[in-house]
């Protein structure tokens, strides 16, 4: 019976997942799910402007979620490999520039 519940339990999760994936605007809980977010993290994003929102009445946050999506797609990091490429492009330049 517990083997049916959890299982119940993940088709129930996989199904708002599915519903979210399909929604353009997210109300300020949706986004938190979205991102994976605890609601005073996103709250101390939004009040500081550090992510787009929007605020229609000045009291309820809405998002849009392909404004979500580059939101986190900006703040990447760069690899190992691609840091030592910039370095050894900086060196070669310099040398070229002494020349």
């Given at each position: 019976?517990?083997?049916?519940?959890?299982?119940?339990?993940?088709?129930?999760?996989?199904?708002?997942?599915?519903?979210?994936?399909q929604k353009e605007v997210l109300n300020f809980?949706?986004?938190?799910?979205?991102?994976?977010?605890?609601?005073?993290?996103?709250?101390?994003?939004?009040?500081?402007?550090?992510?787009?929102?929007?605020?229609?009445?000045?009291?309820?946050?809405?998002?849009?979620?392909?404004?979500?999506?580059?939101?986190?797609?900006?703040?990447?990091?760069?690899?190992?490999?691609?840091?030592?490429?910039?370095?050894?492009?900086?060196?070669?330049?310099?040398?070229?520039?002494?020349?």
């Amino acid at each position: 019976m517990d083997e049916l519940l959890l299982r119940l339990e993940k088709i129930e999760k996989l199904l708002l997942n599915q519903n979210l994936m399909q929604k353009e605007v997210l109300n300020f809980n949706e986004a938190c799910d979205y991102l994976e977010l605890s609601q005073s993290h996103l709250y101390k994003l939004t009040s500081s402007g550090a992510i787009p929102h929007y605020k229609p009445n000045g009291k309820k946050i809405y998002f849009k979620r392909s404004e979500l999506d580059d939101w986190v797609l900006r703040h990447r990091t760069a690899t190992t490999d691609e840091i030592e490429s910039q370095v050894m492009d900086n060196l070669l330049k310099s040398r070229r520039a002494k020349s």
